[in-house]
């Protein structure tokens, strides 16, 4: 186990509960700030560890106006950012800006169809600026098809995300499908005991059965 892993100093030891805020923007055309706070606190009241600011139904800005409201607020949740589709580079900054103490990333590793891949050397010049903020990355994640779909691709593709990422986020094919258990325990195989963070589709009735394949 890698002690000195971001992972380990922003969430500790005990597997992380996490929850989504999504921005309503797209929907209602106002500030999604009322909207996501009124969220968070259903979240503080269920015993959430952490939460993810993300701009699906909404924008950077969006994203921008909550985290303001947020810290304005206070919460003793940790607060983590998603800038869609892979922005790393604003994610990093917001969460610099807001303390954040995380981002999530679709993808730190992998190529995909249409020729998507993570710019490394950017990428990497990024985390060395903002070395202090946990990285939750994806490898063959919901809506990304990897062109080389084999067991030795996503061994190689794995292995380079543990040296990218503080931990790896496993999905299943869309919003809100269950993760195949197939997948995070092919995943854990391969990982070993690198954190793994299980990323779309958990509900109470199969919570028990993926955190035991985590």
Not at 79 to 85: A, D, F, K, Y
Not at 174 to 180: F, N, Q, W
Request: charged fraction near 25%; charge should be negative.
């Amino acid at each position: 186990m890698e002690t000195d892993n971001n992972f380990y100093k922003v969430f500790g030891y005990k597997p992380p509960r996490i929850g989504m805020l999504h921005l309503s923007e797209k929907y209602t055309g106002k500030d999604p700030a009322p909207k996501a706070l009124e969220e968070l606190e259903i979240y503080e009241q269920g015993g959430f560890d952490v939460i993810i600011v993300e701009n699906y139904h909404g924008s950077t800005d969006g994203v921008e106006k909550v985290l303001q409201a947020i810290q304005e607020r206070g919460t003793e949740i940790t607060v983590g950012i998603n800038i869609l589709p892979n922005e790393y580079k604003n994610a990093f900054e917001l969460a610099e800006k807001y303390d954040a103490k995380f981002i999530q990333l679709d993808y730190v590793a992998g190529k995909y169809q249409s020729d998507i891949e993570l710019n490394v050397p950017f990428y990497e010049e990024c985390r060395e600026r903002h070395k202090d903020i946990a990285v939750l990355g994806g490898v063959w994640p919901k809506y990304y098809e990897s062109i080389i779909n084999t067991e030795e691709q996503l061994i190689s593709d794995l292995k380079d995300a543990m040296k990218l990422a503080d931990a790896i986020v496993v999905t299943g094919s869309g919003t809100g499908m269950e993760t195949p258990i197939e997948k995070i325990q092919k995943f854990r195989e391969i990982i070993d005991d690198f954190p793994l963070i299980v990323g779309a589709g958990v509900t109470p009735e199969n919570a028990p059965q993926q955190l035991y394949n985590t």
